[in-house]
């Protein structure tokens, strides 16, 4: 019985990895990999909800114009996502224009 145990046991910590560990571990990397491609004409939205597009970009971080003569500097690690992604969910951009004309 004690085998069988560690056995169940063992089984609870890989289901565990698989659907927790895991996926988070892949997002983060996404997250990085994102926030190190920002490029200079990328338009943002920072974690506090700032729309902006990045008009200078340093190694930690970036400067965002969000109005005429506005500006602020941020970290790298403060975006979460491209505007587009924000305005549209992230792959729904593509599904809006793919969709059929109105007869």
Do not use: C
Request: glycine letters at 12%; hydrophobic letters at 45%.
């Amino acid at each position: 019985m004690d085998s069988i145990g560690l056995l169940f046991l063992g089984g609870m910590f890989v289901v565990m990895w698989l659907f927790f560990i895991r996926p988070q571990q892949k997002q983060a990397q996404q997250a990085k990999d994102f926030q190190a491609g920002l490029d200079k004409g990328a338009r943002v939205v920072t974690t506090g909800g700032i729309h902006g597009k990045v008009i200078k970009v340093d190694d930690n971080s970036l400067m965002l114009e969000i109005d005429n003569n506005v500006k602020i500097r941020i970290e790298k690690s403060g975006i979460s996502m491209e505007m587009s992604q924000a305005a549209y969910g992230g792959g729904e951009a593509e599904k809006k224009s793919e969709a059929p004309a109105a007869k």
